[in-house]
């Protein structure tokens, strides 16, 4: 059988997501039409600028698909297959497969492990939409598949750029430190190209007293800045500083990864004497909770004073596999979601900024029971809190679904903020838009027959969600 299969079959069948019911799924067929090929706005994100800075031709299937894909290569690490197997670059240097075809024959061998997930929709999206394979990847194909792809990448129309405006695109935000020149966005802006590529301010490296190489990273922000960062005024003016060339180079929102929600309102005495003790490395873990959650609030008054949303992406405890992080660094899979509190936690922002018309915070959780008892209700009430959208292991159709019930009720959709996708996998992202695409016509579809929404006002939520609301929430 041919890597194209059945002339008349598609991988992808035009139904998929929506329900089994004659009723609704008209009504989401309808609704789809109307908003399946709308621009794609994705404000938040980890794509490489390198990528669009260069526009090189992508190397190979399984550096675009496997090894820079977490979602991707975790769950064949959960059945025990290493990461070296399939190319992923140790922190030492150490030997890695080097042979792109051994490491795709792995995804291809294991393909069934991906039934059921989200990753398996992204990646038949991506190999049937964007390279005309029609067949199920499986170890007989595999091949066959991976010689199909390069034909693909050898082709200009197959280079970033090209695919950008391919996707539809309209604006992609990626994320980068503090300490980051932004050379490549640089490039890209001056450049002949029109794709806006911008980036997101994520501080982590800087505020987190825990992050490796704290200290040597405020030292390196000093020289950048010309401030003096072991001084907590000087401190704070080096991230502003930073934060105003960021804005220069497009970006409209920053983003905080924390372990928690906590926010503190501490006087300047006390934060001199945290930032002392982080820069000592005498500080304790309890020391760098606060310093952390004092730093969400300085966030939150320069966002109000600089105009950048702000983003809060608690609750995942990184790095759990010390093993892989030993070896590997971050980012490599092994992050695991936590309970998560937001209305203690959020108190102290809130009382001090909550009220404010200038300032916006979206936030978002890994734990879904917050939902509707926290999430809900706070973004239900406080004007600068909006609810971002399912995220990561919920980046789901069934996590989407469990969202939509779960918050809608009370904080109604016009206090969400539509989707972003968040990833670092440049060929899930038209999948991953379209997977929300769906979802959200299925859910408002269900309201339709329910008699709980009128067609004409589940069309209009279809677009805001789609493309109005983000562009609002984001300042785009």
């Known amino acids: 059988m041919s890597v194209e299969g059945n002339p008349g079959r598609r991988l992808l069948d035009e139904d998929r997501l929506f329900s089994s ?65 399939l190319g992923v670059a140790r922190r030492d240097g150490g030997p890695v497969e080097s042979d792109p075809r051994k490491v795709w024959r792995l995804l291809a061998e294991n393909y069934g492990l991906f039934r059921g997930t989200p990753s398996r929709l992204w990646l038949d999206h991506a190999l049937s939409e964007v390279f005309g394979v029609q067949e199920r990847l499986s170890a007989a194909n595999a091949d066959a598949v991976y010689d199909q792809v390069q034909a693909c990448l050898d082709k200009p129309e197959y280079r970033p750029r090209a695919l950008f405006d391919r996707f539809k695109i309209e604006v992609i935000a990626t994320t980068e430190s503090p300490l980051d020149p932004l050379e490549s966005h640089a490039r890209v802006r001056d450049s002949d190209w029109d794709g806006r590529v911008i980036t997101a301010y994520r501080p982590d490296p800087v505020v987190d007293p825990e992050y490796e190489d704290f200290t040597a990273n405020l030292e390196q922000l000093a020289e950048m800045t010309g401030e003096t960062t072991s001084g907590w005024k000087g401190y704070l003016a080096a991230l502003q500083q930073r934060r105003g060339f960021f804005a220069e180079m497009g970006a409209t929102s920053t983003d905080h990864g924390h372990p928690s929600a906590a926010t503190a309102d501490l006087d300047p005495a006390a934060c001199q004497s945290l930032l002392d003790r982080a820069l ?55 992050d695991i979601p936590t309970r998560t509190d937001y209305v203690r936690a959020l108190r102290p922002l809130l009382s001090r900024f909550g009220n404010e018309p200038g300032l916006d915070v979206i936030l978002f959780t890994l734990d879904e029971t917050s939902y509707s008892r926290e999430l809900a209700p706070l973004a239900g009430h406080y004007p600068i809190l909006k609810l971002g959208p399912a995220w ?45 695409r769906r979802i959200d016509c299925a859910y408002l579809a269900e309201l339709v027959c329910d008699h709980r929404l009128d067609e004409d006002e589940a069309l209009e939520v279809a677009v805001d969600l789609t493309y109005n609301l983000v562009k609002k929430a984001y300042r785009l």
């Open 21 to 85: 019911d004659p009723s609704q799924r008209s009504v989401a067929r309808r609704l789809y039409a109307e908003i399946r090929d709308l621009p794609i706005v994705s404000p938040h994100g980890h794509t490489d600028p390198r990528w669009f800075a260069d526009n090189e031709a992508f190397e190979n299937p399984a550096k675009l698909f496997v090894t820079p894909d977490h979602y991707v290569f975790r769950m064949l690490y959960s059945q025990g297959i290493p990461l070296e197997s």
């Open 280 to 334: 000592s490395g005498a500080i304790t873990a309890e020391d760098a909770e606060l310093f952390r959650a004092q730093m969400l609030t300085e966030m939150a008054r320069m966002s109000l004073e600089d105009g950048l949303v702000m983003q809060i992406h608690p609750g995942s405890f990184r790095s759990h596999n010390q093993k892989l992080m030993a070896g590997f660094g971050r980012d490599m899979g092994a």
């Open 392 to 436: 990561w292991f919920y980046d789901s159709p069934e996590g989407m679904l469990r969202y939509r019930r779960s918050v809608t009720e009370t904080a109604g959709f016009y206090n969400t903020v539509g989707f972003n996708d968040d990833t670092r996998a440049f060929l899930s992202i038209p999948a991953r838009h379209d997977v929300a």
